[in-house]
């Protein structure tokens, strides 16, 4: 969103860039209800230096813009699992924990008149800790034995990498079939009429951490693991 200013609205700054509502958020500026200011005239009304949270959100637009450039297929087999943990597993251990108050929050105030809400919430919650967990084991136990096999295939390692891939295969196929009835009862995503700010951004950050984890698979089951399997 290169027209990030000082006069851009709150709201559409987090409509553009949802992960701004987090600096918002921790900021105390109201991008919801009253999202429809200016930037410079809500941080002024904060006691905030406008110019320094201009700055914050062009850093974390400018970080956003970085890694969505790169493309990491023709990385070699080091710095490719070095691109997966920095711009995904990073990622997800920072973004969930940050997104999981929103969905709280939609289900609570919101759940009565949409039920659905309340299975979103759970369907969360069990991507949260499975996506976690996987990741957390990737980079303990997998990933340091990928290199190792990749550097010296030996048969001891090739017996010992194989359930591990096919393992971590399964778990991506379990986090897609959450994903896709996380889209089925939305609808696609799509927003009711009466939906406040705090609704929206829990859709678009959903919708981006769904297109993030089949980027993420993609590059480990089709790339990564791909390789593995050429040397197994």
Do not use: W
């Amino acid at each position: 969103m290169s027209q990030l200013a000082l006069d851009t609205q709150v709201s559409d700054i987090v409509t553009a860039l949802p992960q701004s509502a987090d600096l918002f958020r921790n900021l105390r500026i109201d991008f919801c209800c009253g999202g429809k200011v200016a930037l410079k005239e809500a941080a002024e009304k904060r006691g905030l230096d406008p110019k320094e949270v201009l700055t914050s959100l062009k850093e974390m637009e400018q970080k956003r813009e970085m890694r969505e450039s790169i493309h990491p297929s023709s990385f070699g087999n080091k710095t490719l699992i070095a691109y997966i943990q920095e711009k995904y597993h990073a990622d997800l251990r920072e973004e969930l924990p940050l997104l999981a108050p929103y969905i709280m929050k939609v289900a609570r105030v919101h759940g009565g008149k949409y039920p659905y809400l309340l299975r979103v919430q759970e369907i969360f919650k069990t991507l949260r800790t499975e996506l976690l967990d996987h990741t957390d084991d990737e980079d303990r136990n997998v990933f340091p034995l990928i290199q190792k096999f990749m550097e010296n295939p030996t048969p001891a390692l090739k017996e010992k990498l194989k359930p591990h891939v096919f393992e971590l295969e399964e778990e991506h196929d379990n986090a897609g079939k959450l994903l896709k009835e996380l889209r089925d009862i939305t609808g696609d995503f799509t927003l009711p009429e009466d939906a406040c700010g705090t609704f929206q951004i829990v859709y678009k950050r959903l919708e981006q951490l769904e297109k993030d984890t089949f980027d993420h698979v993609h590059l480990e089951n089709n790339v990564l693991f791909d390789r593995v399997r050429a040397a197994i």
